[in-house]
Every structure is written in structure tokens, then in C-alpha cells.
């Protein structure tokens, strides 16, 4: 459905902490995650991705948890740096479509340093 | 990774005008396109996807006529917003995925300010 909050949840965090943001997805039938990073003015940028046949995977200091019993997507970002500020999206792929991703409402990451 | 183009990245137009945005995969074929639209602070929503060669599946709400969507190539997708208003003021992103590879890669997006 379509996102019509104001404002999107905000995570603040200090530089070289880490990072953890959430995302539930609404769809058990969906196949394939991503996490996407959005700058301001910039289209999404590919983070990671995990198939529903896994429960975690690893990247360069990120990780992606999930969870099918409660449907629960999370990423985790190691050693937080400035450039890490953006919005960040999951996106789910449900078994079945032309591979159309369908969107969480983001997470805003604000890092201090 | 793939190298998704998009442009023009920003575009201001008088209410009435055409606008058409070009999407174009660099070093991939892209099979499937999508475009996408995003309002400030808010999620992406899908609008349409397209398959080279064959016309465009719209989502619910979104209107044909006004987005008219073409695909021609394996590189290269255009959305053209008919007789812009105000209301279409909104920031457009097109997304590319290669024959069965389910990762998208995005275009850097089009701010349409319609005046």
C-alpha cells in the first residue's frame, strides 16, 4: 500500500556505534529481500540482499537478519560512519511477480559525529 | 555493478507541457523496467512495469494515458507525463533488472517541478 506518513522514523546513532534498523514485511509469500540506501536526491542504492531459504548473511560491515516466523527484516550496520546518513529501505520480492519490489516506508539514519 | 542512467535528473515545466524522462541500462540488457514514484519523506510506489517489446502492466490507480510508458529496446525505457500539472510534481525513479536476476538497480531519479 501506499506510504502516507509525514515523517519517516528516525534513527540517531554516534559515529562508531553500531546500527541496527528494522523493517516487517507484510507478504509470507515473498521470496527475496533487499536493503536499499537512499541519499537525498539520489536513487536507491543496492546494500544486500537475502533469500528466504537463509536467516542471515554478511557483508563489508553489514549484515541482514531475518526472520519468517514474525515476517522481520533488520540490517545491521557495523561502525557506523558519517557517509552511512541516509534512508534506508527493505524491499521484498513476492514468489510469483515480474520481480517488482515492494517498499517499506524507510528509516532515516542520522549519524553525529 | 549494473549501471542504470537516468535523465535529466531535473526537470521544471509549465502546467500543460510533456515531459519525457529516459532510462537506460549501460552494460546490461534490461528486460524488465519499472518506474517508480516518490514523494518527500515518503516510500517508492510502483507505478509501472514494463517488458521490452510488449506494453507497459500499470499498477492500480495509475493512469495509461498520462504516464505512457515505452520500452523499445533491451536498453532503454522512457516515461513520458502527459499535460504535467502541479500535482505530478513529484521525484521519478526507473529501475533495471537483467533476465533472471531478481536484483533491481535503480537510476539516480528526476525531480519534476511543474509550475
Known amino acids: 500500500g501506499e506510504s502516507v506518513g509525514l515523517h519517516l522514523p528516525t534513527l540517531s546513532v554516534q559515529e562508531g556505534d553500531n546500527s541496527i534498523i528494522n523493517c516487517a514485511y507484510s507478504?509470507?509469500?515473498?521470496?527475496?529481500f533487499i536493503w536499499y540506501k537512499q541519499e537525498s536526491g539520489k536513487g536507491p542504492q543496492f546494500i544486500i540482499d537475502?533469500?528466504?531459504?537463509?536467516d542471515k548473511r554478511q557483508g563489508q560491515r553489514v549484515t541482514v537478519l531475518l526472520n519468517k516466523t514474525v515476517k522481520h527484516l533488520s540490517l545491521q550496520i557495523a561502525a557506523t560512519q558519517p557517509g552511512d546518513s541516509a534512508v534506508y529501505f527493505c524491499?521484498?520480492?513476492?514468489?510469483?511477480?515480474?520481480?517488482?519490489?515492494?517498499f517499506g516506508k524507510g528509516t532515516k539514519l542520522s549519524v553525529k559525529p | 555493478g549494473a549501471v542504470v542512467s537516468q535523465h535529466p535528473s531535473r526537470v521544471i515545466c509549465k502546467s500543460g507541457t510533456s515531459v519525457k524522462i529516459e532510462c537506460r541500462s549501460l552494460?546490461?540488457?534490461?528486460?524488465?523496467m519499472f518506474w517508480y514514484r516518490q514523494f518527500p519523506k515518503q516510500s517508492l510506489m510502483l507505478m509501472a512495469t514494463?517488458?521490452?517489446?510488449?506494453?507497459?502492466?500499470?499498477e492500480q490507480g495509475v493512469e495509461k494515458d498520462k504516464f505512457l510508458i515505452n520500452h523499445a529496446s533491451l536498453t532503454l525505457s522512457t516515461l513520458t507525463v502527459t499535460s504535467a500539472h502541479p500535482e505530478d510534481s513529484s521525484f521519478y525513479i526507473c529501475?533495471?533488472?537483467?533476465?533472471?536476476?531478481?536484483?533491481?538497480?535503480f537510476g539516480s531519479g528526476t525531480q519534476l517541478s511543474v509550475l
Open positions: 514494463s517488458n521490452e517489446g510488449s506494453k507497459a502492466t500499470y
Open positions: 507478504n509470507s509469500a515473498s521470496d527475496y
Open positions: 524491499a521484498e520480492n513476492r514468489k510469483g511477480s515480474q520481480g517488482n519490489l515492494i
Open positions: 529501475s533495471a533488472r537483467a533476465w533472471r536476476d531478481e536484483k533491481l538497480f
Open positions: 552494460d546490461f540488457q534490461a528486460t524488465t
Open positions: 537475502i533469500r528466504s531459504n537463509m
